[in-house]
Nanobody, 125 residues
Framework: QVQLSESGGGSVQAGGSLRLSCVLS?????????WAWFRQVPGQDRQGIAR???????NYADSVKGRFAISHDNAKNTLYLQMNNLKPEDTAMYYC??????????????????WGQGTQVTVSS
């Protein structure tokens, strides 16, 4: 069974940093995956913020560009999101996602193959 397990969320003050991790287990296919981070505020859609496409191309949503960095360690099968200069508006539940097909950076939903359980990030002013 394929599982994505996230960690690293927490509470920080504005201007602080956090690093989220997401470990993939149970995936036995050698083809590259598209990896992404999404976030969701209660009452709103889940929105993509960073993505590594199957060819390794990295894209960011404008809201996080220059502050967040996505990376993937193939040897550890782990996805990371380094978040710097955090702002109160970054407060959300953060989800990692993976799919054999490239994901867009728009709304995320059940059409995406694998989701993590989510980790809460809270940024206070």
């Amino acid at each position: 069974q394929v599982q994505l397990s996230e960690s690293g969320g927490g509470s920080v003050q504005a201007g602080g940093s956090l690093r989220l991790s997401c470990v993939l287990s149970g995936y036995a296919i050698s083809s590259p995956l598209c990896w992404a981070w999404f976030r969701q505020v209660p009452g709103q859609d889940r929105q993509g913020i960073a993505r590594i496409s199957t060819d390794g191309t990295i894209n960011y949503a404008d809201s996080v560009k220059g502050r967040f960095a996505i990376s993937h360690d193939n040897a550890k099968n782990t996805l990371y999101l380094q978040m710097n200069n955090l702002k109160p508006e970054d407060t959300a539940m953060y989800y990692c996602a993976a799919d054999p097909n490239n994901m867009g950076l728009g709304v995320g939903g059940p059409w995406i193959r694998y989701w993590g359980q989510g980790t809460q990030v809270t940024v206070s002013s």
